[in-house]
């Protein structure tokens, strides 16, 4: 079945930086995009960024363009979520999920999602 473990959340100062990483296991990894959301108490899941199939169309919310990097290794079934620059508005449970195709959709094209790993960022 398949199945995404986030890791590498935790609290920051503001400014600082962490890499979020997702293995992913239970299907052809290098055959679909995927993305990363994040989701603040009382919010909704919101779209961070994402990648298609073969790395090499990346796309970015406003809010996080020239801070956050999307990457994966279709060799080791991961895809990676570098931040720097951390604002205290960053702080939110961060989502890796699986895309439906190769490539990038909205937020209705991902069917598959992990249990998130906690980003805070302190002023």
């Known amino acids: 079945q398949v199945q995404l473990v986030e890791s590498g959340g935790g609290l920051v100062q503001a400014g600082g930086s962490l890499r979020l990483s997702c293995a992913a296991s239970?299907?052809?990894?290098?055959?679909?995009?995927m993305g990363w959301f994040c989701q603040a108490p009382g919010n909704e899941r919101q779209f961070v960024a994402a990648i298609s199939w073969g790395g090499g169309t990346t796309y970015y919310a406003d809010s996080v363009k020239g801070r956050f990097t999307i990457s994966r290794d279709n060799a080791k079934n991961m895809v990676y979520l570098q931040m720097a620059n951390l604002k205290p508005e960053d702080t939110a449970l961060y989502y890796c999920a699986k895309g439906r195709r190769r490539q990038i959709g909205g937020i209705a094209d991902y069917d598959y999602w992990g249990q998130g790993t906690q980003v805070t960022v302190s002023s």
């Open positions: 239970g299907f052809t990894f290098s055959a679909y995009a």
